[in-house]
């Protein structure tokens, strides 16, 4: 009798599953919130990894990023279209000398918490960034800040030691974030985020979403949406199958492979434009004959950099500059700079200095478009008469091999947050990096020199032309073979309107509604 | 009884204490740092140092590992290097879905590879008993990846039924069961395919057996010929292919779990392995281990249930 009550017990099951699935109504997994007029007012944000904690000092991540930049805000921020640096929680600044920098608050904001913004909350925020107890990993960032003053309530004196010319980039980057000072020392601000931002912290599932909701006691106008909720959805197809069916209204980022799916989802817009994100080809220059110009020269000139952007699907641009047009510092002069696609003379090269044959290896990250990369590349440089291996590691190995200088020949790249050409070259290209963020290994006295005035010069006219000094010199020098300029990308709903992604990929939910 | 459970016990702790050792040193072992991880590629050198000393990082390893053990005995399995979580904490966070996911798709797992086999195995070399088997060969073979991926595109894009993915509502909802539909399928299709053949072939061999041609020739009914006196004799490698692939289950189902964007263990640990959360994958791999054990214990105490000639003395 048992087994005939299980059979019963299986078929009511099974009837159950069907008429669940049958009663389904269609639009009942549209989400989002309606308010007045009927609009939704909820938007949803689907991103392929969970942030590594909702506290601006703490992290260091793209994805932690989008989250605490609609909760904290920064002194400074940048135009999302110029990139033209404007205050925010600052009012004005006025430099006395190259190494004060006087910075207005504006008055009467206060954090999600209740509490003023005021200069303590700056003093606070930023010496927590520059304790070396609290291990920030962006403390270089205000590494040459050497004291902050409190003047008044809104008035905080920075002084440097020598001229810090990328001040202004470094106070806009989300890192530099002001959090509150009572929350960051009663609790923990990476799990209960307070900042003075658009958007309130409401819930965190960890792995699973965060939430945030409109903060009605704003400075400024309150934002248009009620609520929005960062979603994690780690299998890129699955996202965009989410957007199709409204399960979430916004992705970023879009793998070039993807593209043609997602521009043919008719509810679905695709914002394409130019990011500051370089990506290379790197020699390590401590091993030969990496370290001979003319093997490097030969290898430019056999890389065809257009025959690798062609298969991006309308991502990236080539130009032979490192400092990218979307980058301070870049002036147009050096995008010719390079060494073109030349098969011939890279072959004549190879034979003429005796590197035939010569057995490289490229080691490959297996992530982004590296792999791509890799084997574009490996079959240019066969043509050109050298023997290609390449070399595949998961990340965190490829990261640790890489910094460790036990590779020939590698593809990485840099995203640039704050857009700003001594952010690109003092931590890739300079000699004090070497053994940290510098993987190439590069040291070239002239060229630190140039990057460092770069970097100590207030008079941003002046530090345009380091730039872009440093630039060519880099680019003849060749440690580096850029292989593309960045696209940003992203594909939201086409009811969601008034987002912007900046050329650092970075994006505000500030203004954006839906309707 | 108790004393096979109490003897089990025993190895359990054995066994996750040999684990604990293997995880721990293989984690250190490997190449990754974690603190270039949390650090990224920007960090220099004097971050990576601070970092590394905040995570305990810069001390011997036999000294870590002795550390670690120690927290474990008081209950503490350590923070997470990512999200500075208590690693009990994040694992409940995830258990609850994974256990979700394992049991719906266990339960669309035998459901349909009972049938299924008990169907083909009594109408033999039938076109039932060949689509099933072609069924059970093919649910074998295709990759959760893939079927994941169709699904979502027939069910849940193109005729709007499904949810594509995520466990968000409560299971007792229209909508949390909704969810689950999917994935259940795409996790249970493999061990359907696996139970249906190890009933076919169990119940072959059972229905060809003496006891069942003498119950033939007394006159019992043809129904409950199958479902009363074969089917219990069957069940027993039946419920050894069930109970191992409920264990692996509940360990974690990274792909499906990847694909439908449910927030489970399998996935907690992928992304800690990734990110060289050495904590983390220590906890994960630990639970998995135990539920390996305890589940392998009670499939055992099954038996003597189905079969009251099995006994454990």
């Known amino acids: 009798m048992k087994n ?9 099951l099974l009837i159950t599953v069907f008429v669940v699935v049958g009663c389904s109504d269609k639009s009942s997994s549209k989400s989002g919130g309606t308010s007045n007029g009927g609009a939704p007012s909820e938007l949803t944000y689907a991103s392929t990894s969970d942030a590594a904690g909702l506290s601006p000092i703490d992290t260091n991540d793209s ?16 135009d999302p279209k110029t990139l033209e640096t404007e205050p925010l929680l600052a009012e004005s600044y006025e430099t006395p000398d190259d190494n004060t920098w006087v910075i207005k608050l504006r008055e009467g904001i206060t954090f999600h918490d209740g509490t003023p913004f005021n200069a303590e909350a700056v003093k606070y925020t930023f010496e927590q960034i520059k304790d070396p107890e609290r291990a920030a990993p962006r403390a270089s960032l205000l590494a040459p800040i050497e004291s902050i003053e409190v003047k008044d309530e809104y008035t905080v004196v920075l002084k440097t030691k020598e001229p810090y010319g990328p001040m202004l980039a470094a106070l806009s980057h989300t890192n530099a974030a002001i959090v509150s000072p009572a929350a960051d020392k009663e609790g923990d601000i990476g799990k209960n985020p307070v900042g003075t931002g658009p958007f309130v912290f409401e819930k965190w599932v960890e792995g699973d979403h965060v939430t945030l909701k409109r903060n009605e006691d704003y400075w400024r106008e309150p934002a248009e949406l009620e609520k929005v909720t960062f979603k994690v959805v780690p299998e890129t197809s699955t996202a965009i199958s989410m957007l199709e069916t409204g399960e979430v209204q916004f992705i970023d980022a879009l793998p070039s492979d993807q593209l043609p799916r997602i521009e043919s989802i008719k509810s679905v817009k695709v914002q394409k434009s130019e990011g500051t994100r370089v990506s290379y080809l790197g020699f390590n220059m401590e091993k030969a004959p990496f370290n001979e110009l003319e093997f490097r020269q030969a290898v430019a000139y056999g890389v065809d950099q257009e025959a690798y952007v062609a298969q991006l699907n309308g991502l990236g641009t080539y130009n032979e500059s490192i400092i990218g047009p979307k980058v301070f510092g870049y002036n147009e002069e050096a995008k010719n700079e390079g060494y073109p696609f030349d098969k011939e003379k890279a072959k004549e090269m190879i034979k003429e200095n005796g590197y035939s044959g010569e057995k490289i290896t490229l080691l490959t990250a297996n992530r982004d478009n590296y792999m791509k990369m890799a084997e574009i590349v490996q079959s240019q440089l066969t043509e050109i008469g050298l023997t290609v291996e390449i070399e595949t590691m998961e990340w965190a190995t490829f990261l640790d091999t890489a910094r460790k200088g036990n590779y020939e020949m590698t593809f990485l790249g840099w995203s640039n947050s704050t857009a700003d050409g001594s952010e690109l070259l003092y931590p890739n290209l300079h000699s004090d990096n070497i053994g940290s963020s510098n993987y190439s290994r590069y040291k070239n006295e002239a060229f630190d020199k140039l990057v460092q005035e770069s970097r100590s010069t207030v008079d941003q006219e002046v530090r345009k032309e380091k730039l872009h000094e440093a630039n060519i010199m880099a680019i003849k020098d060749a440690p580096w073979i850029v292989m593309e300029h960045g696209t940003v990308t992203a594909a939201y709903d086409k009811s969601v309107s008034g987002l912007v992604v900046d050329p650092t990929g970075k994006w505000s939910l500030y203004n954006v509604s839906r309707k | 009884m108790i004393g096979l459970i109490v003897r089990r016990f025993l190895q359990l702790v054995l066994l996750l204490l040999g684990i604990s050792f293997l995880v721990f040193m293989s984690m250190h072992i ?14 220099s050198a004097s971050d990576l140092e601070a970092i590394r000393n905040d995570l305990g990082l810069d001390r011997p390893v036999i000294v870590q590992y002795a550390d670690y053990l120690g927290g474990i005995l008081q209950g503490d399995f350590g923070y997470s290097f990512q999200t500075g979580q208590p690693v009990t904490d994040a694992i409940l966070t995830r258990f609850p879905n994974t256990i979700k996911l394992a049991t719906a798709s266990m339960i669309v797992a035998i459901i349909i590879g009972i049938v299924t086999g008990i169907v083909s195995a009594i109408k033999q070399n039938s076109w039932i008993d060949l689509s099933s088997t072609t069924f059970a060969l093919a649910g074998v073979s295709i990759p959760n990846f893939w079927l994941g991926t169709m699904l979502i595109l027939v069910f849940a894009v193109n005729l709007q039924w499904l949810p594509v993915g995520g466990l968000s509502a409560p299971i007792y909802t229209i909508e949390g069961m909704k969810e689950l539909i999917l994935p259940a399928i795409t996790l249970g299709t493999a061990s359907a395919a696996l139970i249906a053949r190890m009933s076919r072939s169990a119940m072959l061999e059972v229905i060809r057996s ?9 006159g019992v009914k043809p129904r409950s010929l199958i479902w009363i006196h074969a089917l219990r004799n069957a069940m027993i490698p039946v419920v050894t292919v069930i109970g191992i692939n409920f264990g692996g289950l509940l360990g974690g189902t990274i792909i499906t779990e990847q694909v439908f964007a449910i927030n489970g263990i399998g996935r907690l640990m992928i992304d800690a392995i990734a990110s060289r959360d050495f904590p983390i994958v220590q906890g994960t791999v630990l639970l998995v281990a135990a539920i390996f054990v305890l589940v392998n214990l009670i499939v055992d105490l099954i038996y003597a249930f189905i079969d009251p000639r099995i006994t454990y003395n």
């Not at chain 1, 005939?4 to 009511?12: A, E, G, P, S, V």
């Not at chain 2, 006891?211 to 020739?217: F, G, M, N, P, V």
């Open chain 1, 63 to 78: 994805v932690s990023s989008n989250v605490t930049g609609q909760i904290y805000e920064t002194l400074f921020t940048q």
């Open chain 1, 4 to 12: 005939k009550n299980l059979f019963q017990f299986i078929t009511f």
């Open chain 2, 210 to 218: 003496d006891y069942i041609r003498t119950a033939k020739a007394k």
């Open chain 2, 30 to 43: 490997a190449p990754g740092d974690p603190a270039t991880i949390i650090g990224g590629p920007t960090a």
